[in-house]
């Protein structure tokens, strides 16, 4: 079975522009996640879905980030405009409803802003 | 909010056990997770505590005290390949933690 599927791996963008990152969750899994990795801020919570819904956007920076949901097996985090410290390593990670303690990662979009 | 602490780095030979620490502020959460990172991977599941004890899973346990706010994942004959970081996280219905990260390495 395949698990959670990112793209792009690897992403380099110029302050300024639009960077849409994309999440396939593990099939059957009705939480998904979207972390920001970072050295100096660690690994942060971002959004949290539940059956698509939105369920906790606190961790999300300010307005120029948004996430989408539009279905069971499909979620974007765009990032517009694009700044220089929003480099990070970008994960995405579903799981089971209600298991939420148990997630499943995927293998992240590595993300440099120049 | 809530607040995990852990040490920031810990050093081991192979072979020895090393016990990583956990301790939290926060209330109204359901358990404590563990999490393995390789360098340059993504973080994968280790562990999972609902209730207070210890769970053994192979080479790694975790315990949990819910009183003590206090959790630690100890890891027993210590391979070259267990040198990574280790997070304990954890969450109720609508949020999750993640701690800062232990780094553990794994001397011959």
């Known amino acids: 079975d395949a698990g959670v599927i990112q793209s792009p791996r690897h992403e380099v963008t110029e302050m300024g522009q639009e960077v849409t990152l994309r999440c396939k969750p593990i099939s059957g899994h009705n939480s998904l996640f979207w972390y920001r990795q970072t050295m100096m801020r660690g690994l942060e919570l971002l959004i949290y879905f539940n059956n698509n819904v939105p369920i906790d956007d606190s961790g999300m920076p300010e307005d120029r980030f948004s996430a989408k949901m539009p279905n069971a097996s499909f979620s974007t985090l765009k990032i517009q405009p694009s700044e220089p410290r929003d480099s990070a390593v970008y994960f995405c990670a579903s799981s089971l409803l209600g298991q939420t303690y148990e997630q499943y990662f995927g293998p992240g979009t590595r993300l440099t802003v120049t | 909010g809530q607040s995990l602490e852990q040490p920031s780095e810990v050093t081991a030979v192979e072979g020895a056990i090393v016990q990583i620490n956990c301790t939290y502020q926060?209330?109204?959460?359901?358990?404590l997770s563990w999490y393995q990172q390789h360098d340059g991977g993504a973080p994968t599941f280790l562990s999972y505590n609902a209730l207070d004890g210890l769970e053994e899973t192979g080479r790694f346990s975790s315990f949990l005290s819910r009183s003590d706010s206090y959790g630690y994942l100890l890891l027993q004959e210590l391979q070259m390949k267990d040198s990574a970081s280790y997070f304990c996280a954890v969450g109720n219905f609508n949020k999750f933690y993640f701690g800062s990260g232990t780094k553990l390495n794994v001397k011959p």
């Open positions: 926060t209330s109204g959460f359901y358990g």
